[in-house]
């Protein structure tokens, strides 16, 4: 999840679902009235232009209101491909007026506001669940069952959107109206519901493709190729400030522990340095072996705020270590086959070129440039230096205030490569 999460009130969600987006519209973004045959043409021509599922989801809702289908809350639900994230849904509500868009983590489904939702029938084995809840049985056949009957609905529907995947899509409707769903109704709703699942089959497809490629490429770069930069030698050279990172005596841990060790220690160092980088604006291009190599795009976040941003990112991910070293998690290897964990961190700013290379069959997209290489020399200064973190003049130059003030001159030093000596500082 690259999206911040937001403060869910006035609503309230389960424990590892987190709300992404909202939005307020309300009933506004539809039109006040509309015959069953405009709402099936919206969804035939112009909810093909839409691309944001919550506004999609939001507006086909209010046009089902203004339509005059009973429909008082639903609900919309896709799995996805994300190391973190099983799936995205969509809460819409005509009391409080809010289209909410919120992300499940893994451990979503093992809590028990999944497992005993009728939800989970239809995700897992494609049931389609209706509950009456004027009725005692159905109200008390699950805590959201006895929630939404307390609220006043009436009647509640989960149905499957597809069986394309071993996860299904699902939906759910819930009604205030006495007496449930009209059955006049059922089959317009069915038949609506049949052509929303195409604009969500459209859509998952897309979702998936972003979160594949910000997962292997960045954001930043993944946004790119998505957007057809796709042929070699395609991209750009911007400014920024590029951060690399290197952990200290890698190769002789390799030699102590085996392959799926030497992978845990490897994980546990790159989500530290990792979620410093994103959380302060970086976008990670690499992992190199124990390597991490990340920029600051200066026109994105500008020149000060980029060097701001990458000497905090670096002082937070070697926080992160330290507390790492302090207290090891449970599950890892024998602690005096490589504790402490040290790393080494190089901050250079400079003209790279950020862009597709490689063969004609296998393109990378990464970025490349002299700044690259001596960012590179930089930190190799780090162990000698005796200094975790290491950058040159021209980052210096560009900090503001006690992040410029704060910092110990190193001297001048000679880059391979470099005709002159750069100055270094420590931070």
Known sequence: MN?????????????????????????????????????????????????????MFEE????????????????????????????FSWVWNSQDRLCDEVAADANASKTEAFTRNPLSLVINEGQTIKVDLESEEGAG??????????????????????????????????????????????????????????????????????NVADTYL?????????????????????????????????????????????????????????????SHGGDILKFMGDGVLAVFDQKALGEAAAANAAVKASRAALAAIDAFNEN???????????????IGIGLHHGEVFFGNVGGEERLDFTVIGRAVNETSRVESLCKPLGRELLLTEPVRAALSGELQTSLNAMGEHALRGVGKPVAIYSA
């Open 141 to 210: 056949s699950a805590p959201l069952m006895r929630e939404l009957a307390d609220e006043g609905y009436t009647s509640y529907v989960a149905l499957p959107l597809s069986s394309s995947h071993e996860k299904r899509n699902a939906m759910t409707l819930a009604t205030r109206r006495p007496g449930g769903f009209p059955a006049v109704e059922k089959e317009y709703i069915r038949g609506l519901i049949d052509l929303l699942a195409l604009h969500i089959e459209r859509h998952i497809v897309q979702r998936i493709a972003r």
């Open 60 to 87: 086909f809702m209010w046009r089902c209101r203004a339509a005059g289908l009973a429909i008082d809350r639903a609900t919309l639900h896709i799995g996805t491909l994300h190391p973190r994230v099983i799936g």
């Open 3 to 55: 999206k911040p999460v937001l403060d869910p009130a006035p609503r309230t969600y389960a424990p590892h679902v987190y709300l992404l987006d909202r939005s307020v519209r309300g009933p506004a973004c539809a039109p006040e009235t509309l015959s069953l045959d405009a709402l099936h043409a919206w969804l035939l021509h112009e909810a093909t232009r839409i691309d944001n599922v919550m506004l």
């Open 218 to 278: 960045g954001p930043i770069a993944g946004r790119r190729v998505l957007d057809g930069e796709i042929r070699r030698g395609d991209g750009q050279a911007i400014r920024a400030v590029v951060l690399m990172s290197d952990m200290r005596g890698f190769t002789q841990l390799a030699d102590r522990l085996s392959g799926p060790e030497v992978t845990m220690i490897l994980n546990a160092y790159f989500d530290r340095v990792s979620d410093a980088i994103l």
């Open 328 to 342: 090891p998690p449970d599950g890892l290897p024998d602690p005096s086959l490589w504790h402490p964990l040290k």
